[in-house]
């Protein structure tokens, strides 16, 4: 069955259905960005430059052209040589769009050229490559032949409707279907032929009968609500938001999340489908703006106005997707003009780009090289955090030329007292992710707070992983109780790390969790040694829960992190044959696929076959030659092994290619002193120092290394800042004692 083939689903009625009774709603779709996020190449559709126009980058020149009333490219494919590919697909219409071609095995590839949509006056009209700034070659995951550019599993959900991939892990073969090759109405509204069933009074439904009037949940969130001012010039929610499905639901897509089911059902309970992401390090910046592409739903989650009740379609019209009012009048639904559309409120010209309340308020941040997406976080600017913290402020987005003290000083001026904002954490999770001093008690204060976004409580608890102590544990345990999925997933992920007779007896119940993203990540805490002793009763409930799990892992079996995922299930396990066949089925899949490497590996060694440990390594390092992690575990192997020389190179080799990662530089320093290099070993950790100021390896080392050495002084700094750290280690405080007593 080709994809562009109707499946024949008795659950779903399609849009053409719909628009018998529901024209208005229809007609606002049909000019919606959802209404063509996926068409068939055609003459209408296909908005790029398909004459014979060419594009260079990377020593690569392609050609776009047409033949026979069908659009191809000629482009490096995925044996690297020049071939011809035709369009299938288009992908989306502004402010670029993207074109798929089939491959073999059912596998459809997002072409990493783009066409720019926008008009020639603002810089469009024109291909454009994604990742202008990386040597992409065929075996790379983000060539465009790559896993990474994979429509099948990365795009296809968010872009059609009712997709199932069908992927056949024997063939390693796709025959992904869909009901609608875009983003129709049941893609929201889950499928119809029940409520056509109610609206026709078919199959037995009678109009009176309610029950959802046929669907399995309904967006009533703003039913009979009304926003009415108070004296502050703000509005306020006439009744409480008492549920999130509407929310949940645009969540499915506009949200950076893992997915693992695409059942109806679950897909509208969103906890049941995906694991939406937290403001973690590196998709977040730690005061909760966005960083890489995260797409609208975390942020919105942090913001006073999901706090307050606001839902997507208080501002967005949901079926066409456009604001509901133009410019500063959408804000001034809530907020009071007169009040805060005034020079007296911004500080700006009426009418010019800084009078805008988005541009304060809704920074842009641009993804794919030209999409400016605006932060959902809607926060007050703070340039101070931006002189503190590095993070980015909207001042400094329209005055480039200014320095960041320049808009505090600003700021301070307008306003002497200004209000923090809502997103108060950051310099809580900028102390967590550093390590530095306080981490912990702050975090858990984050964590605690019931006036804080419920994300931002899960982030919080979800960095204290970083920092195990009985506190920690404690507080992770009460955590589960809380009525909100993220925050008892994120407490699992705490207790996970800890003893394996405590996360039988703490994690237990959560096997029975009403979320399925709970349960699966505590039967998955559990599984291996914390299982022994489980009651009939738990036990019944693991085996449920752990083959959820399993299922969540399988529906993306085409992808090398589900295999590493079930590899290390099996290991925990005992069950190492299973081990070492999902492991290597993750490097077949993607032999760049790094930590499924090193398990093998650690596998091979753990049944003393260590020169099949070093085979295993070597033989990704040669498709692999810059990665730490692998030069890392060689080195390791190599010491082992006795070959000192050869292990020392390796390790050098790893702190060298990942300089980010303090356990390469730790490891390659005590091994710098072991091998009788103890002047090298002082000067490779304070070097690490440097870029990771508050380890606590490092800077154990470092003191034992500079009392052999006679610097005691630097040894006591060294000791007084771990003490500073970890007060409650009784080796930190002992080695500090006789320090002081010799420095006196």
């Known amino acids: 069955m080709k994809p562009t083939d109707p499946v024949a689903h008795p659950d779903f009625a399609g849009s053409n259905r719909c628009a018998q009774c529901h024209a208005a709603e229809h007609n606002d779709w049909l000019s919606s960005q959802h209404a063509v996020a996926m068409q068939e190449a055609t003459e209408q559709t296909v908005l790029g430059r398909f004459d014979g126009t060419t594009f260079s980058n990377e020593n690569v020149t392609s050609k776009f052209y047409k033949s026979d009333g069908k659009f191809w490219v000629r482009t490096d494919g995925p044996d690297a040589a020049l071939g011809d590919f035709e369009i299938s697909y288009t992908f989306g219409v502004w402010p670029l769009q993207q074109y798929l071609i089939k491959l073999p095995g059912g596998r459809f590839q997002a072409l990493g050229i783009a066409w720019d949509a926008r008009s020639k006056e603002d810089g469009g009209q024109r291909w454009f490559h994604l990742y202008p700034d990386r040597k992409l070659k065929a075996g790379d995951p983000l060539h465009w032949t790559g896993i990474d550019q994979n429509w099948n599993y990365q795009c296809a959900w968010c872009h059609s409707t009712n997709i199932k991939k069908n992927y056949d892990q024997t063939s390693g073969s796709f025959r992904t279907t869909w009901s609608e090759i875009s983003v129709g109405c049941e893609a929201c509204h889950g499928p119809g032929s029940e409520h056509v069933a109610w609206a026709t009074r078919s199959n037995g439904w009678q109009q009176s009968d309610q029950r959802g009037k046929g669907f399995a949940q309904t967006f009533d969130e703003r039913k009979g609500v009304t926003w009415p001012m108070d004296a502050s010039g703000q509005a306020h929610r006439s009744a409480p938001r008492t549920s999130a499905n509407e929310i949940h639901v645009c969540a499915g897509c506009h949200s950076r999340r893992q997915q693992f089911s695409d059942d109806p059902g679950s897909v509208g309970r969103l906890f049941d489908a ?33 706090s307050a009740g606001v839902t997507c379609s208080d501002c967005h019209n949901p079926h066409t997707g456009k604001l509901r009012q133009t410019g500063n009048s959408l804000c001034g639904q809530c907020h009071e003009p007169e009040r805060f559309d005034v020079s007296a409120h911004h500080h700006h ?47 400094n987005q329209c005055h480039t030329d200014k320095s960041a003290k320049w808009a505090m000083d600003a700021v301070k001026a307008w306003y002497p007292s200004p209000k923090p904002g809502f997103q108060d954490f950051a310099e809580a999770f900028d102390r967590g992710d550093w390590g530095a001093p306080g981490a912990q008690p702050g975090l858990i204060g984050i964590a605690k707070a019931s006036t804080e976004a419920p994300i931002a409580r899960a982030s919080a608890i979800a960095r204290l992983r970083r920092f195990p102590s009985p506190q920690v544990l404690d507080f992770a345990a009460s955590s589960l109780k809380i009525d909100d999925p993220q925050i008892r997933a994120a407490a699992v992920s705490v207790i996970a790390g800890a003893a394996p007779e405590t996360r039988r007896s703490l994690l237990a119940p959560s096997l029975r969790d009403e979320t399925r993203l709970v349960r699966m990540d505590a039967a998955r805490a559990i599984a291996g040694e914390a299982e022994q002793n489980l009651s009939a009763d738990d036990r019944a409930s693991f085996e449920k829960a752990l083959a959820e799990y399993i299922d969540a892992q399988m529906f993306n079996a085409e992808r090398p992190e589900s295999h590493a995922n079930l590899g290390t299930l099996y290991r925990d396990r005992g069950k190492l044959s299973d081990a070492r066949a999902a492991f290597a089925r993750a490097i077949e899949i993607d032999p760049t696929f790094v930590p499924a490497v090193i398990s093998l590996a650690e596998l091979k060694r753990g049944q003393d076959d260590e020169i099949g440990a070093e085979a295993v390594l070597r033989k990704s390092l040669d498709g692999n030659p810059r990665s730490g992690g692998l030069w890392h575990a060689l080195g390791l192997s190599l010491i082992r092994q006795k070959r000192l020389p050869e292990a020392m190179a390796a390790l050098a080799k790893a702190a060298e290619l990942a300089p980010e990662d303090p356990r390469f530089s730790y490891v390659y320093g005590v091994a710098l002193h072991d091998t009788g290099k103890p002047r090298e070993a002082v000067e490779a ?24 050495a006679g610097d005691d002084a630097s040894a006591l700094a060294r000791a007084e800042l771990l003490n500073h750290l970890e007060p409650e280690r009784s080796d930190i405080a002992q080695l500090l004692g006789e320090l002081r007593q010799r420095t006196r």
């Not at 690490?688 to 500079?706: C, F, N, S, V």
């Open 274 to 306: 995906f694991r939406p992401s937290l403001l973690e390090d590196g998709l977040y910046h730690v005061d909760g703006q966005q960083r890489d592409e995260v797409y609208n739903y975390g942020s919105f989650l942090e913001s006073r106005m999901h």
């Open 685 to 708: 950790l304070k070097s690490a120092l440097t870029r990771h100021p508050y380890d606590r390896d490092i800077l154990w080392a470092l003191a034992k290394y500079e009392i052999e």
């Open 349 to 395: 010209a009426p009418n010019s780009k800084g009078a805008e309340c988005a541009a304060c308020h809704m920074p842009v941040t641009t993804y794919m090289g030209i999409d400016g997406r605006r932060d959902h976080s809607i926060r007050i600017p703070r340039p101070d955090r931006t002189v503190l913290l590095g993070t980015p402020n909207a001042c």
